[in-house]
Every structure is written in C-alpha cells, then in structure tokens.
C-alpha cells in the first residue's frame, strides 16, 4: 500500500513539473522563460534549458542577459556532450565579450569541446589541429589560469595522436620496402619512410613516440645502405653510422638498443 501511495505522488510530482516546463514553454514572457531556463540549468536539467534559450537567445541580444545566456546555452550543449554547438556557442561569447565575467572558461570549453570531439587516430585529425590551435590561444590569453595545467596536458596528449598517426604512416612505408609500382629506382618506401619520420620528429620534438621514428629512420638508412649502388654505398653507410650513435647518445638503454647494436655491428664488417 505504501508503495503504491509513493508511485501516485511521484507521478504528481512528474505530472505537475510537465505542466509547469509546458506552461513555461508557452508562454510570450521571455522573463519567465529566461527565469525558467536558470532554474532548469541549475537543477541540472540542461536539454530543457537548451530548449528555452535556443527559443529567446535571438531576442536577448543587446539586453542585460545577453552574455549569461550564451554561456549557459553554451555549458548546457557541453553537458549534454553536444560538443560542436557547445564550441561554437563558446566562441561566439568570447568573440562577443572578449572581456567578459566567463571569458576565460569560454576559451578553455572552446577548445576542450574539440578535444572531446578528436576521432581515432585512423581518421582525419581536423578537429584535433583546431583543438590544438584553441588551446594554444586560450594559453596565451591565459598564462595564469588554474585550467592551464589540464591545458598543456591536453595539448601534450593531442600532439601524441597526431605524431601516432605519423609512426603509423612511418611503419606503413619501412613495411612496404620496395614495394613501388613504377618507381625508378629500389627502396623508395625507405626514403619515405625517413622523410616522414624526420618531420614528424621536427613538428612534435617532445612526442612519446620520438624513440619510434629514430628506429624506423636508422633501419630505413640500413636497408638504403644495403641496396645502393657501389658509388653511394660509402656515403650511405655513413648515414647509418650517424643514425646509429644519435640513437645510442639519445636512448642508451632504450627498448631497441639492443637491435639496433646488432644490427650496427654486422653492418660495420661492411
């Protein structure tokens, strides 16, 4: 019995703040519906907020609710993980007060809705560059910030994914070899392979997978020194000399110290 006494008010309660969001929603009051959407964000009911901003925000411009209702409107996509509206909304209100109360956290959400948004590593990273990019400004906007930790560490992580991407496209063309249809001469792929692991250690100096792209850099230069004609041979074997003692001052103990030794000293017979 007491159950069911409980069920019936729960669905009163429900019932009655349906009616109450219904009324609201309704209504040509853009007061009450601007009260309303504070009160839905605050209760954490942000889908309802979206709801009524969305309706009002065009006619909020140029009043004193304009900047808190693009944030709130902004905060509230971000909650509900709709994170490219939740970017754009950021954008617009830092573009809008530049020098506004939630200015800064406008920078910082901006840039952490595309992070959010950052595909697998084996897609396009447009929207990992762009949170980079946002990031980067929200620093140089903010040196102080108490979000400038989370900030860097972001930026850290983001810069990893795209330099994965590189030692994938690196792997793909040391495992390749001279597999080149048409190309003029052998070992194509392993120039490739050093082109794309030398400027992938150029644009992310600091990357976890920096170790990754000397490796495949001084077996490229092995495989090159191996297959090159006998007027080369000397200059290629050089370049393997130079790849292999920039490994060694670098990692002297890294995970491949030990191939790339071996693999040195059967080369230096040569």
Known sequence: MKQKILYLCLLLTLCASCGEYNKVLKSPDVEVKYTA???YFDAGKYSKTITLLEDINPILGGTSHAEESIYMLAQSYYKTKDYESATNMFRRY???FPKGEYAERSRFYAAYGLYEMSPDVR?????TRRAMSLFMEFLEYYPQSDKKQEAENAV???QDKLALKE???TRLYY???DYVPGYPFPGGNYTSCIITARNAMNSYPYSIYREDFMYYTFKSRCELAKKSIDEKKELRYRDVTDEYFSYKNDYPTGK???EIEKIYNEMEKN
Do not use: F, I, P, R
């Open 167 to 169: 030692l994938m496209a």
């Open 37 to 39: 959407a504070k009160k």
């Open 123 to 127: 897609l396009d990273q447009s929207d």
């Open 256 to 258: 491949y110290s030990k």
């Open 175 to 177: 495992n390749l070899g």
């Open 156 to 158: 850290m992580e983001l």
């Open 94 to 96: 830092y573009t809008t």
